[in-house]
């Protein structure tokens, strides 16, 4: 029984009916007075069809969403230190030749002609160009590479995507983790940097293998956090 409560327009006291009974008019207890009390109605503002997709998405909405907690890329120069330091040498060095080339200094007992083509400063000009041009190009594949190689954490799962061309993808569930492995050599210490592997407990290879990575034990110490 559903009770509908109004105000009496003469005595302004609450009067308290049911549906059943607005046949005619409601009779206020206070003041004896008659009156009619409207029965409320509900107003359409909008329509929305319900689906399949809109049962998904309400489901969707009250799960907690996947949230990301790092995403690293592999180091670029503190991964390889003896190579970076060759490089970086090797192109001061050229650097310097090219300009002094350039500028015609003389450099080991030769005077360098701009206008000579094919002399021996023109060779040592070509020659440093070609390093710089090596060196650049060595350097922005390093780039490449780290670039499309990541490592995703979320409070679920790890996820890790490797290659330019084509993809690689590996992922493990943080509540399936068994092992994680840490790889650090001395100086990759003193540098910060290092290697994870993380295997499931239905796999005895390593699952996913990430090398080169920046602060190392947060990756773990995250992962370990988010193991259920």
């Not at 359409?44 to 689906?51: A, D, H, L, Y």
């Not at 007992?109 to 040592?124: R, T």
């Not at 679920?156 to 590996?170: H, L, N, P, V, W």
């Amino acid at each position: 029984m559903q009770v509908l409560s109004a105000q009496c327009p003469y005595c302004q006291n609450k009067v308290d009916s049911t549906i059943e009974h607005l046949d005619g008019p409601v009779v206020c207890p206070n003041c004896d007075k008659p009156f009619e009390i409207e029965i409320p109605t509900a107003v359409v503002t909008s329509v929305q069809e319900v689906g399949r997709e809109s049962v998904n998405a309400d489901r969707m909405a009250a799960e907690p969403s996947e949230r990301t907690l790092a995403k690293v890329h592999p180091v670029v120069f503190r991964a390889r230190p003896l190579a970076s330091l060759i490089l970086g040498a090797l192109f001061l060095v050229s650097l310097v030749v090219l300009i002094a080339s350039l500028a015609g200094a003389s450099i080991a007992g030769y005077a360098f002609d701009e206008n000579a083509m094919l002399g021996p400063a023109s060779l040592v000009t070509w020659g440093c160009g070609i390093v710089l041009l090596v060196i650049a190009g060595v350097v922005g594949f390093w780039m490449l590479v780290s670039r499309f190689t990541t490592l995703t954490v979320t409070d679920d799962r790890t996820i890790y995507q490797e290659g330019i061309i084509s993809r690689a993808t590996s992922e493990v569930q943080h509540n399936d983790v068994r092992n994680i492995q840490l790889d650090q050599t001395f100086m990759q210490r003193l540098l910060n940097i290092g290697g994870v592997g993380i295997s499931s407990s239905g796999q005895d290879d390593l699952e996913v293998v990430a090398r080169g990575l920046p602060h190392p034990e947060r990756i773990i110490r995250l992962i370990r956090e988010n193991q259920g």
